[in-house]
Every structure is written in structure tokens, then in C-alpha cells.
């Protein structure tokens, strides 16, 4: 991932941000991590969480899978709002069985898609580490496909081969919440999350570790994304000390109140795009980093 390559910038300047002096110092001395959100794969053709539900849902109540009508339209309303996908989630999968419901997961996300030019071009960014709460292997096939091998890659589930690529300074891909690959990692719900952190001082160790000597990207990001504000809400006490991380958001889902917010909370500064059908910008900011 640390080839030198020049290339031009193809952005708009009045919709796509410029990158910060700090972000990109960070990036050449090998001290940043980039974070993965689900637009990216989005991009790649997967559902975001609420297509999902949506759909499970109506797969539920037409399959006889314990959700007759009413349930239909009361977790249907439900799923529209951001705070509630994740109680849906805990709800669909009580309702149909853990093990049917994760059935359910790893039929949409081990359908072969291929990464977008996106997940292509952050192979060229000499990023420490790549972070992504997406169960999918988007990032795996592009490093491949970089690399011609495959990256390193771990879950919740695996501490102190984290704890050991951190120390060595190795790039590695951390699966936040699971890897299709492996059911036994699926963080679907706040109560999965609880159990991980709680059970796991070397995990939340690690985490806050990244998390404070990194500078972190968001990319792909929604402030509405369940998985995020799960990992950030964890992770909060993390986001006190003196690492400055960065967002690229869009300006029409993150407020003057949610940027505030993020810089607070989080320490996360918002550098906000104009989005276009596509979200092409992403891209064009991606290319406006340094590759060195």
C-alpha cells in the first residue's frame, strides 16, 4: 500500500474539501487508519441496514417466519428511524432464531461483489490500518488485487493478534463487528457490543489504543449509521485525548448541531462534501491524498 504514484486531482473545488495539513502529515509518516463505513459498499451494490431490515421483514411476515401483519408494519415503522434499526435487528433475530437469522447475513453479504474504484484507490494510501464495520470482503479483494496476496485481517474475537500487529506496525484490516466468514464475530446488536466489551479487556485495549495514537478517516460514513454511533458510543471515553481524527460527510445529512457534536464527543472534524448522485466526491477527495 505504500507505492509512490502521482496522479491528478479530479474534484470539484466548490464540493469537495481540501485535504488538512495535519490529516496529510499523518498519512505520510504511516500514523493514520482509515475507517470503512457502509456507504462504500453500498457503492459496491450491498444493502445498508435499513434495505436489509426492510427486507427481512417482508421476508418474515410472507415466509411464516414468526411476523404476522401487525409485527410487519410496527417494525417497518420502526426501522425508519436511525435510533431503533438496531432494536429491529435484536428483534428479527429473536424472533427467527440466531442461527437462521445470521443464514439470513451471510446470503446478502457473501454475494460476489466487486470493490469500487474507491476501495481501489485507498490501496494506494499508505494508511497504517484499515478499520470497517462491514461484515462484507470488499477491502480484502482490493488489497489483493494490489497486493496479490491477501491482507491480514481479524476480529473481535482475536486480541492479541491486534495487540501484535499494532506493536509490529503492520497494516492489517480490523472487522469491528465480524467477518461473513465467520459467524461467531457478527456484532448485530448494543447487547453483542456490551458483551464483546465487557468480556474482552483486550479488545477494548486495543481499540482505544488505535483510537488514540491513530489519526483516524471516516469514509463512507452517516451520522445516522447504527454501527458507527455503537463503536463511537464504546469508544467515547477514547475520544479524549489529543488525537485529532477527520470525517468526510455529507453536507445534507450532517447538521451545524451533529458537527458540533462529533467535534466534541468524538474529536472527529467534519469536512463536508456537496453530494452528487453516487457520491462521486468520495472518490475525488480519496485521490487528493497523499500517496507518500
Given at each position: ?182 459467524r461467531a464475530s457478527f456484532v448485530l446488536t ?58 468526510l460527510a455529507p453536507r445534507t445529512e450532517f ?38
Amino acid at each position: 500500500m505504500r507505492k509512490q504514484k502521482s496522479r491528478k486531482v479530479n474534484a470539484k473545488a466548490s464540493s469537495v474539501p481540501t485535504v488538512p495539513p495535519e490529516l496529510q502529515e499523518a498519512i505520510r509518516t504511516g500514523k493514520c487508519a482509515v475507517f470503512v463505513g457502509a456507504g462504500l459498499s453500498v457503492g459496491a451494490g450491498y444493502p445498508n441496514w435499513t434495505t436489509l431490515l426492510i427486507d427481512l421483514i417482508s421476508k418474515g411476515r410472507s415466509r411464516g417466519w414468526n411476523v404476522n401483519a401487525a409485527d410487519e408494519r410496527e417494525l417497518k415503522k420502526l426501522v425508519s428511524q436511525p435510533d431503533k434499526v438496531l432494536l429491529v435487528a435484536e428483534e428479527l433475530r429473536e424472533r427467527f432464531g440466531r442461527s437462521h437469522f445470521e443464514d439470513q447475513l451471510v446470503e446478502v453479504f457473501k454475494k460476489d461483489r466487486q470493490p469500487t474504484a474507491v476501495h481501489r484507490q485507498l490501496m494506494e494510501i499508505p494508511f497504517s490500518l484499515a478499520i470497517t464495520t462491514n461484515y462484507d470482503l470488499l477491502l480484502e479483494k482490493a488489497y489483493l488485487a494490489k497486493v496479490k496476496d491477501l491482507p491480514p485481517a481479524f476480529t473481535n474475537l482475536q486480541p492479541p493478534e491486534i495487540a501484535e500487529a499494532l506493536w509490529r506496525n503492520d497494516f492489517f484490516i480490523l472487522k469491528a463487528h465480524g467477518d461473513v466468514n465467520n459467524r461467531a464475530s457478527f456484532v448485530l446488536t448494543e447487547r453483542d457490543y456490551r458483551e464483546i466489551i465487557h468480556r474482552s479487556h483486550g479488545y477494548r485495549s486495543a481499540l482505544a489504543s488505535i483510537f488514540t495514537t491513530k489519526t483516524v478517516l471516516f469514509l463512507g460514513v452517516s451520522f445516522s449509521d447504527p454501527e458507527l454511533r455503537l463503536l463511537l458510543g464504546y469508544l467515547h471515553d477514547a475520544f479524549h485525548g489529543g488525537t485529532l481524527h477527520y470525517a468526510l460527510a455529507p453536507r445534507t445529512e450532517f447538521t451545524g448541531s451533529v458537527i458540533n457534536r462529533w467535534r466534541k464527543d468524538f474529536r472527529v472534524e467534519c469536512l463536508l462534501y456537496t453530494p452528487s448522485k453516487g457520491h462521486p466526491e468520495v472518490g475525488s477527495f480519496v485521490s487528493s491524498l497523499p500517496t507518500r
